[in-house]
């Protein structure tokens, strides 16, 4: 379930676009293709941000936004309407758009190496398996109601790990091969 920059959700369909019917800068736009429905929904601040993911969720759409030369990204949420959407953070990380996946209303993405997790309130949690260092997460999949990925934490070397969408219920899933070494 990687995102994409065009989504068709709950009868409209929704995309990224720049400087266009007169809107200066990036916006997430929502239309039914008629160009009197055809409105941006959030703009950002400033040039430079790129669309990078869309994904749906059970409430929301999750868009993801980098900054094209800068470690730099902001995540906005929408229901649709102008008054329930907004930017969920900011963040100084780089996603990777072929990692993100949904489950309910929670999002897991891997960004700049590590686990961010969001349920589209303001803040996203990321996951600090490695302080300081860098875990390396890769592998992310959603399944059976949770999110999968494998992960390397510095003392079990790289394993497999388990999140039910927050930050209390991410974990090591079991210890294959004990010890620091892959």
């Known amino acids: 379930n990687s995102g994409t920059q065009y989504l068709a959700w709950r ?32 703009t950002l601040p400033t040039m430079g941000y790129t669309p990078r993911a869309m994904v749906p969720t059970d409430s929301a759409i999750v868009s993801f936004w980098g900054f094209y030369y800068l470690d730099r990204l902001i995540v906005v949420r929408s229901d649709g309407t102008q008054s329930g ?47 300081g260092g860098n875990e390396d997460v890769r592998d992310l999949v959603a399944f059976d109601g949770k999110f999968w990925f494998s992960a390397n934490d510095s003392v079990h070397g790289r394993e497999l790990w388990v999140s039910n969408g927050t930050v209390a219920g991410t974990h090591l899933y079991e210890d294959y091969n004990p010890g620091p070494a892959d």
Not at 17 to 36: E, I, K, M, P, R
Not at 116 to 128: A, C, E, K, R, Y
Request: proline share 4%; net charge negative; charged share 10%.
């Open 85 to 131: 959407t907004w930017r969920v953070d900011s963040l100084g990380v780089k996603v990777d758009s072929t990692q993100i996946q949904v489950i309910g209303n929670k999002v897991a993405f891997v960004a700049s190496g590590a686990l961010h997790l969001t349920d589209g309130n303001p803040g996203v949690h990321s996951i600090d398996l490695w302080p």
């Open 11 to 42: 009868g409209h369909y929704y995309f990224h676009g720049s400087n266009f019917q007169g809107v200066t800068g990036s916006a997430l736009w929502q239309t039914d293709l008629s160009a009197s429905s055809t409105q941006p929904l959030v």
